[in-house]
């Protein structure tokens, strides 16, 4: 079975606790970090990047979890499914109805997987889908 490899962009107290969780999952691995913030993180045996963008053009990442301010979820979000990465997105969605169609239209165009995470549920479906 396919490991599928995790980044991280946002690495604040959620980030941390998606990743603990991640941890958990057979399937998966938490492979990078990208954190930007005033005291960036570093996390042991992981990539870490300051800039997200260097994050989601890494190509050993299958997934990217985006755990930041609202405002910035399309960029990045449409970033990452243009650089070939299925996307799991922290709620909500977009901050404008043009944001979240803009993210429906590039999710159309690339053919990657983009999903909503809430919260724990999210983990024990992709541990349950894979088996």
């Known amino acids: 079975m396919k490991k599928y490899k995790i980044g991280i962009i946002g690495y604040g107290g ?4 998606l990743h603990h ?9 938490v492979v990078a970090i990208a954190d930007s913030g005033k005291n960036p993180k570093y996390v042991e045996n992981c990539k870490n990047y300051h800039d997200w963008k260097e994050l989601i053009n890494d190509p050993d990442i299958d997934i990217v ?16 499914m243009k650089a ?7 709620k909500p969605v977009a901050v ?36």
């Open 14 to 17: 959620f980030g941390r606790f």
């Open 21 to 29: 969780w991640w941890e958990k999952v057979e399937n998966v691995e």
């Open 65 to 80: 979890s985006i755990v930041t301010p609202p405002n910035l979820h399309v960029e990045m979000a449409c970033e990452a």
């Open 84 to 90: 070939g990465k299925h996307v799991l997105l922290e």
């Open 96 to 131: 404008t109805d043009e944001g979240a169609q803009k993210i429906l239209d590039i999710q159309k165009e690339t053919g990657m997987v983009i999903t909503v995470n809430h919260m724990i549920r999210i983990i024990l479906l992709f541990k349950n889908s894979c088996n």
